[in-house]
């Protein structure tokens, strides 16, 4: 507390993580690229959990638990999944230590060495396809939808709070489908599922598209994706939904008897999001004094903070106070009443400040005679005087408008940032200057793209779901496109 | 299905493996020692998380996440405590995996060795004090009550499925305090909470108490524990609670200011409850027809079975059945309405009972004209006729008297289950013939405690809290005992 926050605009990756630790959300760990998510910051992602979990199970899907490791061989069994995971692998090789007979301490048993060489799970498509073989005999056995919230190890070499870790929390999605069609939607149903949670809870607004070949998942047919842009203009991708045609089931023998008694390979689809997600919270609405939550995933939404002299005053607020915060919780709003005598109010309100609590309520002597409370609201950081009597409606109504307010505030920076551009030149300008989406026809090339990356360093983010096709050539080589793609630089 | 289960007296533990496959809750995997816990199974944890996660949130603590590696020199700085889990550590050696350069496959890259091996956490105190000394610096910052929902791994080398894997999913609280006694109150607390759970939601009855020093946590000065007892005669551990006085804080050097300014070591505590719960909750109540669940963890509190003959009876039954599960819904139970063309009533019946849903209801064509339900439950296997308009309220009687049924049963049970012995020749006799706790004197030696373990394998299971002192006499060495412990084979 205390000391300010280094502005966005002043060195926006400096800010992200001094607000990260300052708002208590997590820090880094003894352990290289391994973050502790702190209560606070573990709360939001409980909120997300809670609400993706409910979404998952009204389109009925279970979940389970499938295990840490991987052997070896199953994470080799698929050829471009293992290809995509080879280089970010912890490999547990033993599984004991020893005192070292010289006495110079705890040391791994040499004798203790596996056979085969188990991975942490960096994803778990293998392990589960291996389990599916014994659960799929027949097309009474599918649809199969599951689910399973875990965490998962990618060695990363450059790692940063909640958005790249070397460890983080997610979940993961794999279904097993008797057709084709029928996996591709349940995949595009997930992206959208996706998309609702990240605009409707996070008041993130995203744009669902797909992959490029390159940025696919390693084993996928197809990647589809949702991605936000943040306040610096950078894109970031906020979930995955990836249609892996017949890949795992081929590579784990997973076939079932159809209702006319033929033996097919199984269709699968595998999605995940992330802790990551509340990286992109944070980025897409905070500003220069700290957090700005979502009245929907904050943990405390309404904080009220006493001003007074003395027990006797105090007394007299809390009196009123009690009554209320009872109100409030039975209508399931979370309150905070925060009659700590450790700090002063003027340290409190810069603590919720910093924290991202939507509504601040405070009441003093003059309140109490009064009939009124201060609320602050924390998006717009204005203040008003409420009367007592209409207090409640005035949370409610605030709760829902806080909402409405920066998702609005987060699309209208959105559509701000994205640019349509018809020359490579033009294309360098913007991305240099403004950021954002860059719209652009691209003539469907690895190597375009690739050239595209090395030169800029932007990526195509997604070909986008609703945009429409129109006839153009590519800013680069001038080949004949069909449709834009948007490109940015990104998380 | 179709197949019966092994009786639990024909062979308690192969009834136990079957009843955990057959029944869909967890089976092992292509991994060694590590379980898959399928969605039914799941289900069953998650119902006991939600209750405890409750229960530790009303008692003011609050959820993180820590690393799940430790490196080897934080596990080391507690001797007692690497004592204990070295023998059974995954350690990670290494961070890639690349092609081998004969072709022959994935490798273990070796220029990618860690300088410091990472153990995959046994459990957390560890690294959770190395993070404690940044957070706790003064009085002010005390207490800190959290916990954190994760998986560990203890290497062990025979597993059963959810008894004992070699990862298994838990719960770990790690509270700091400024004082001994509160840390110490703290630790009952937990045992107590463990206890109301066990009793009240599990219908388990446990015995609560303290462990001697040699069955206590690796690095405790007090472990508390509650003690379930088994149909088969066997005592089970479902939770521990540890009072580890200032051993991390002085491994790790946390220290905090108090309100008189000195310099004083953090008094801690730390406890846990994994999926083990589960295989506790299927030991205490299922029967040879099956699992048997109390409704208050029941993922399906109630089937209904529609018995019909063509779509035009199915469709006058689901007229009557559909506002019926509304209602049940809309009062908190959880229906499933079970209209799979594919399966006959009967084996949909056997389905039920081997999965232990409580209350089933069958419906047929009958049973419309009379206005009437055929009621199941699955605790006494009795069934009655209930007219269809008292059928909400005699539900929600079963599911209560269900719960409080089984518990009783189980009380029962264990309470027969508790012998008092003064001689060596009683205990093995007890041991042998009936089982059970064995209430008895002991000199307090470690001595003694490993020649009753080695000669009988019955172990001190606990020191009852409320049992009462009595001068008595050692059954083996005849030295002066203060009080009786219980005995038990244990799982």
Excluded at 328 to 338: A, E, N, Q, T
């Amino acid at each position: 507390m205390g000391k300010r926050l280094t502005k966005r605009n002043e060195d926006y990756s400096k800010w992200y993580n001094e607000l990260v630790v300052g708002a208590d959300l997590a820090e880094n760990s003894g352990v290289r690229g391994c973050m502790v998510i702190k209560p606070y910051g573990f709360a939001i992602w409980e909120k997300m959990q809670a609400e993706l979990d409910r979404m998952f199970k009204e389109t009925g899907h279970e979940n389970a638990y499938f295990p840490l490791f991987i052997p070896k061989s199953y994470l080799s069994k698929e050829a471009s999944h293992v290809e995509g995971f080879a280089k970010e692998c912890a490999v547990v090789t033993h599984y004991r230590l020893k005192n070292a007979e010289d006495g110079s301490g705890i040391i791994v048993d040499p004798d203790a060495k596996l056979e085969e060489e188990l991975i942490v799970r960096p994803t778990s498509e293998t392990i589960i396809w291996d389990t599916y073989r014994r659960w799929i005999q027949s097309y009474r056995d599918l649809p199969l939808l599951i689910n399973q919230w875990a965490n998962v190890v990618r060695w990363e070499m450059r790692t940063r709070l909640f958005l790249r870790t070397a460890e983080f929390l997610w979940q993961e999605g794999h279904t097993a489908h008797a057709t084709e069609p029928e996996a591709i939607e349940e995949a595009e149903k997930i992206m959208h599922l996706y998309a609702d949670f990240a605009e409707n809870h996070m008041a993130m607004p995203v744009i669902k598209g797909t992959k490029t070949e390159s940025e696919r998942f390693a084993g996928a047919i197809e990647t589809y994706c949702i991605e936000g842009m943040m306040q610096d203009g950078k894109a970031l991708q906020a979930g995955t939904s990836h249609f892996l045609g017949q890949n795992f089931a081929k590579a784990f023998d997973v076939k079932f008897a159809t209702k006319e008694g033929n033996q097919e390979y199984v269709w699968a689809t595998s999605w995940g999001v992330s802790t990551r997600l509340v990286g992109a919270l944070i980025m897409t609405h905070s500003d220069d004094n700290g957090l700005v939550l979502p009245p929907k995933l904050a943990p405390v939404q309404v904080v009220i903070v006493p001003i007074y002299k003395g027990m006797e005053q105090l007394d007299a607020i809390s009196e009123k106070i009690n009554p209320l915060v009872k109100e409030l919780r039975s209508k399931g709003i979370s309150v905070k009443f925060d009659n700590r005598d450790t700090h002063k109010p003027g340290f409190k309100f810069n603590e919720y400040e910093l924290k991202g609590v939507p509504v601040r309520l405070a009441v003093g002597q003059r309140d109490l005679e009064n009939g009124t409370y201060e609320v602050a609201r924390r998006d717009t950081l204005t203040k008003e005087v409420v009367p007592m009597d209409e207090i409640v409606a005035k949370i409610e109504f605030l709760l829902i408008d806080i909402q409405t307010n920066i998702f609005k505030k987060a699309v209208d920076f959105r559509d701000t940032h994205i640019t349509q551009v018809d020359t490579y030149k033009e294309f360098k300008k913007i991305l240099e200057e403004k950021g954002g989406f860059i719209s652009a026809h691209w003539d469907g090339t690895l190597e375009t793209e690739n050239r595209i990356k090395d030169e800029t360093k932007a990526t195509i983010r997604c070909i986008p779901i609703d945009s429409e096709r129109e006839a153009g050539n590519c800013m680069v080589t001038g080949k004949p496109s069909e449709r834009r793609v948007l490109f940015a630089k990104a998380y």
